[in-house]
């Protein structure tokens, strides 16, 4: 269970660091640009959210290859697994874009 915990917490942080890493830096980019920061690093943290799960779970493929063979041969510890590796990369992905958003609140 200790390997299952570490690597679900690697996945948020993971998923938490790509979402608030991805628009602090975009957000240096807008200044550079003459751009409004606040506006895109709301924009950007939103739109990455999706990218940042993907990035934490290793790929699209194969955790669905992992959830599908396992699935049909009735396997379903590890099929819990790789959804709840999913929903914990969400969480932190979900929790840096919350983060964003109560960082750039009241300044746009």
Not at 11 to 23: M, Q, R, T
Not at 74 to 100: C, D, M, R, W
Request: glycine share 12%; net charge neutral.
């Amino acid at each position: 269970m200790g390997s299952f915990m570490s690597k679900a917490l690697l996945d948020f942080f993971i998923a938490f660091g790509v979402v608030l890493g991805g628009s602090m830096l975009a957000g240096i980019g807008a200044v550079i640009a003459l751009q409004s920061p606040v506006d895109t690093m709301k924009y950007i943290a939103e739109h990455l959210k999706i990218w940042a799960v993907v990035a934490a779970v290793g790929g699209t493929i194969d955790p669905i290859r992992v959830i599908e063979s396992n699935f049909w041969l009735g396997n379903l510890s590890p099929v819990f697994k790789q959804l709840l590796y999913i929903f914990v990369s969400f969480v932190g992905a979900h929790l840096g874009t919350e983060l964003i958003q109560w960082i750039c609140r009241g300044r746009s």
